[in-house]
């Protein structure tokens, strides 16, 4: 595709609701990453993935956090259980490689609502 | 711990004013840095990338430079336009090159 596409845009959920966040990188790009960003806060990482492997996960902040990767293409983020310090945007960006000077190119985010 | 401080959190400027946002990072043993802009309710769209051998890049009215002995970088916009506003961040790799670290970015303001 011509960019990184995050679907929904917006989800709100009930608390302890399971949720799916998606994400389409740009094709070809072999580096995935997502991103949390709390209103009014800077970018947290979360998890990084390089084809279809995740080989850093540090920053998952609980196990009621997941992902994965097919095809080394589409990433779906898991939160499971919802709490409401879960609300946030969460951003995908992907990349040519890892290691590499390319740039970061990425999606507009998943508005997400805990209520 | 890699950490990324950006100075000022916000500025506000009339339209023509030329400007310096300032970025500080505590490892200076990055291999790039990247400034991005981040336009409200929307992602991130890179800017700049300034690789450990260079000194500056330039794009338009923006020119990057990097210190990286002092872990310093600033981004000068020239000739600043209200379309200018946004928020800005600088990013470094982390230390395995799994991740940028992000600052918590300036939020600029140019009124017409």
């Known amino acids: 595709g011509a960019g990184v596409s995050q679907s929904p845009s917006n989800k709100v959920t009930e608390k302890g609701k399971d949720v799916e966040l998606r994400c389409d990188p740009i094709?070809?790009?072999?580096?995935l990453y997502w991103y949390r960003q709390r209103l009014g806060q800077g970018l947290e990482f979360l998890i990084y993935?390089?084809?279809?492997?995740?080989?850093?996960k540090s920053g998952l902040p609980s196990d009621r956090f997941s992902a994965e990767r097919t095809g080394e293409s589409v990433s779906t983020l898991t939160i499971q259980r919802t709490q409401q310090e879960d609300s946030a945007v969460y951003l995908c960006?992907?990349?040519?490689?890892?290691?590499?000077?390319?740039?970061?190119?990425f999606g507009s985010g998943t508005q997400l609502s805990v209520l | 711990k890699q950490e990324v401080t950006q100075i000022p959190a916000a500025l506000s400027v009339p339209e023509g004013e030329n400007l310096v946002l300032n970025c500080s990072f505590t490892?200076?043993?990055?291999?790039?840095l990247q400034w991005f802009r981040q336009d409200p309710g929307k992602g991130l769209t890179s800017l700049l990338l300034i690789q450990s051998s260079q000194r500056e890049q330039t794009s338009g009215r923006l020119n990057a430079s990097l210190d990286k002995s002092s872990g310093r970088s600033t981004l000068y916009i020239a000739a600043s336009q209200p379309g200018d506003s946004a928020t800005y961040l600088c990013a470094v790799p982390n230390q395995a090159g799994t991740a940028l670290i992000f600052g918590k970015g300036t939020t600029l303001s140019v009124s017409s």
């Open positions: 993935f390089q084809g279809n492997s995740a080989p850093d």
């Open positions: 960006a992907s990349s040519l490689a890892l290691g590499s000077n390319e740039k970061l190119f």
């Open positions: 094709s070809g790009h072999t580096a």
């Open positions: 490892d200076s043993a990055i291999y790039n």
